[in-house]
Every structure is written in structure tokens, then in C-alpha cells.
């Protein structure tokens, strides 16, 4: 299978909705959005910020769009940061597939070449760890991100948030 991330466009952002507004996708990711509008607004405004802190892209599976992934320094989020505290030079990274891709085998595939891709081998980064946070009920992300390579951190609670996230890291 060929993997390949293209930068998120102005033109995906009514695909990314749609996925994301799918029960399969907003179980676990992007639940505090309640319509196609919030979710296409938020990347519309993630997009034009300059300079950027998070990176967007689509996944592409053999040509296909198959979800979502995005990346940033945790230093570029301060107050975020202060609960993850993973030390200097720490990405972080979010994905979600598309329900047609999830549960495949696809998703430590997709997140090892994405680390070596881009996380990792990017001078705009310098990045020598990466976290992830799923929640701590989805136990089908936490098994994937661990055959990846992350491994356990510890599980906060970001005021103002309704979820705790399960943080994972992998180093470089």
C-alpha cells in the first residue's frame, strides 16, 4: 500500500467535514464541534494563521483520501503544554481516518511513515519526541498508536475540557 500526506487545502475542508461529522470519527475526535460550519470554520481559520503552529494533512491511501492528520510543537501551545509537559522539542500529532479506512490495520502504517516524513526529518521542527492523546476509553487507537511505537506517558485532564487525554509519547 502507498501512503502519502498532502497539505490540507481550503478545497478538503468540506470532505475532512464530513468525515468528521460522522459518528465513526466523532466519537473520539473534534466532539466539540456541532455542525459542518464550526468544523470548516476552525480549519478555514487554522489555515490562514500566520505564522502557522499546526500542520494539516490528508492522508492518502493508494491515491485515496483516507482521513486527517495534523502536527504541531507543543511549545507553540503554551497553555497546552503546561499539562503535557514533554520537554523541549515535542510534536504532537492528531489523526483521524475516514470510516471506510478505520479498523484495516492501516493506522501504525499510516502514523510510522508520517513521523519518519515529516515529525521527524522536518528542520521546521527539530522535534526529537512526539505525543499523541487519545482518550483513555479508546482503547482501538491506544493498542495502534503502541504498535507504532508510542508508549505510555501519563493521563491529564486540561481544564475546560470534558475528556482526560491518555498522553503517549515515541522519541526520535
Keep these: ?66 482521513g486527517m492528520i495534523q502536527t504541531y510543537l507543543l511549545s507553540s501551545y503554551p497553555d497546552f503544554n503546561k499539562h503535557v509537559q514533554a520537554g523541549e522539542n515535542a510534536a504532537m500529532v492528531d489523526i483521524f481516518l475516514a470510516p471506510a479506512f478505520m479498523h484495516k490495520g492501516h493506522g501504525s502504517l499510516i502514523m510510522r511513515a508520517f513521523l519518519r516524513d515529516f515529525v521527524f526529518s522536518q528542520v521546521l521542527f527539530y522535534a526529537d519526541k512526539c505525543a499523541i492523546g487519545p482518550d483513555p476509553q479508546n482503547l482501538s487507537a491506544i493498542r495502534m498508536y503502541g504498535k507504532a511505537g508510542f508508549h505510555y506517558l501519563k ?6 475540557e470534558e475528556e482526560p487525554e491518555y498522553i503517549m509519547m515515541i522519541h526520535k
Design 1 to 66: 500500500m502507498r501512503i502519502a500526506f498532502r497539505p490540507l487545502t481550503e478545497k478538503d475542508l468540506t470532505l475532512v467535514s464530513s468525515w468528521q461529522s460522522t459518528p465513526e470519527v466523532k466519537q473520539w475526535y473534534g466532539k466539540e464541534y456541532t455542525c459542518t460550519e464550526q468544523i470548516e470554520a476552525h480549519y478555514r481559520e487554522e489555515l490562514e494563521e500566520m505564522p502557522r503552529r499546526t500542520w494539516h494533512f490528508i492522508i492518502q491511501l493508494d491515491g485515496a483520501d483516507a
Design 155 to 160: 493521563t491529564i485532564q486540561v481544564p475546560g
